[in-house]
């Protein structure tokens, strides 16, 4: 199973797609490592420049429908390459959600108010999350301030996570 904690960033913004969170010129790359340094490389967001505001995260947090535009796995590759396993929304687009748990990752979806709550709470203060994955836990502190939220995965994507990835569930079920 993979890590689903550590720093977290959030990014203050609905429709986030799969072209910003992997442009599409890199497409063509052979490995998944290739993907790396090009992670969010042309997401428009005040303030945000990924090649500071990436290093040593391995979580984000955001708004609705992360993960919309072009169905293709290289978006959640791009995640994973760079130590990111986690990300947390309102929603998300339907593919992008279940290509991020056939690679053995988390796309939790969040109620809005939870999400308004954690961006007023935690946004640029350096939080942390830490995932209790047993008992559907999230987490999130920065010094003294602490809150736990819930959250639900179900359980064919619960086994896809415990398995690593699609591949390594199927080889273990067929």
């Avoid at 995932?131 to 896809?160: A, C, M």
């Amino acid at each position: 199973m993979k890590n689903f904690n550590g720093n977290a960033l959030f990014l203050d913004r609905s429709d986030i797609n799969t072209d910003e969170i992997i442009p599409a010129k890199y497409l063509t790359e052979i490995t998944k490592e290739a993907l790396a340094p090009f992670l969010l490389e042309d997401l428009k967001l005040k303030g945000f420049d990924p090649s500071k505001n990436l290093e040593g995260i391995s979580v984000i947090i955001t708004r609705e429908n992360f993960g919309c535009g072009s169905s293709r796995e290289h978006a959640p590759w791009a995640l994973e390459v760079n130590g990111i396993n986690l990300v947390i929304a309102e929603n998300f687009a339907r593919i992008f959600k279940q290509n991020m748990f056939n690679c053995g990752m988390m796309a939790v979806e969040l109620p809005s108010d939870t999400i308004d709550d954690l961006f007023a709470g935690f946004a640029g203060t350096g939080a942390v999350v830490s995932t209790d994955f047993e008992q559907g836990t999230f987490t999130f502190s920065h010094g003294e301030l602490k809150k736990t939220v819930p959250f639900i995965v179900s359980d064919f994507n619960r086994d896809l996570v415990l398995a690593g990835g699609w591949v390594e569930y199927a080889d273990k079920k067929y």
